[in-house]
């Protein structure tokens, strides 16, 4: 069945104009001018085709056809605040669809995960590998990216952008090449892998050094596992966390977000 086109923004001002018999309080609980109320109501009435209201010398008062509306249309009002109630319920939910890359994951935030469940122990984690998914298709909350800037998401960094070079002791002195950090001119790369995970593998297997976000080694930096050999100097691209603008306002984001960033 087709709808009918509903003038719901002249309607919500009926119902004021309505409730306080005047439209200068319509008004003043719209945050419009009485001007502007009287436009929506003649406008209304236009598209209706009836008269709803009209002045006397007591005031202003309903039509027969005015008062005939008022209480179905009050009723919907009321069940479209249900449903927008309904609609933010996710907002409260204590589970959390991520999408992380894989070295990202483990190396710094998987204990940040762990100590904000700590301090919210109902929360669940369902994580996805692949930080470039849909979140439509993925269900996604948030997603964690390597990356210039949030594009047209909207999002936070994680930290500023700055890079290190790395590597274990006693390993040779050969670069280890990945497409995110072009290496300096001249050098020859001797191993070369597809993402920072890899590198970050290499590096810390012996393989040679290399550079890589600081952020993602920071931890195998403090707990011994990688020496820095150069930096942290600035960087192009940082971790950022990202979402589009609906999922980005729930509650539960902004909660995780402020977690992550010590906000």
């Known amino acids: 069945m087709k709808r009918t086109h509903l003038p719901l923004n002249a309607l919500r001002v009926y119902d004021a104009a309505a409730r306080h018999l005047s439209f200068t309080r319509a008004a003043d609980e719209l945050a419009v001018t009485p001007a502007a109320v009287g436009q929506q109501i003649r406008a209304l009435e236009d598209h209706l085709g009836t008269v709803l209201f009209r002045r006397t010398s007591k005031g202003l008062e309903l039509t027969p056809e005015g008062c005939a509306g008022l209480d179905a249309l009050r009723e919907g009002f009321l069940k479209f605040e249900e449903s927008v ?113 890899q590198a970050l593998s290499s590096a810390m297997a012996g393989m040679g050094k290399a550079i890589l976000p600081y952020l993602l080694v920071s931890e195998a930096v403090d707990a011994g596992r990688l020496d820095i050999l150069e930096g942290p100097d600035e960087g192009r691209r940082a971790y950022w966390m990202v979402a589009p603008a609906p999922q980005w306002r729930q509650k539960k984001v902004k909660s995780l977000v402020e977690f992550l960033t010590g906000g």
Not at 101 to 113: I, K, N, S, T, V
Not at 124 to 143: G, I, M, S
């Open 85 to 197: 109630q309904a609609m933010q319920a996710g907002q409260a939910s204590d589970s959390y669809t991520i999408a992380a890359p894989r070295e990202f994951y483990a190396q710094w935030l998987a204990p940040r995960l762990a100590a904000f469940r700590k301090e919210n122990p109902e929360t669940r984690y369902h994580l996805v590998e692949d930080e470039n998914a849909d979140f439509t298709e993925a269900n996604l909350d948030v997603a964690i990216r390597l990356v210039d800037g949030p594009g047209d998401l909207n999002g936070v960094e994680l930290a500023p952008a700055k890079r290190v070079v790395v590597s274990t002791d006693g390993a040779p002195d050969d670069w280890i090449d990945w497409p995110g950090a072009p290496l300096p001119d001249g050098a020859a790369p001797t191993v070369e892998v597809g993402n920072a995970g």
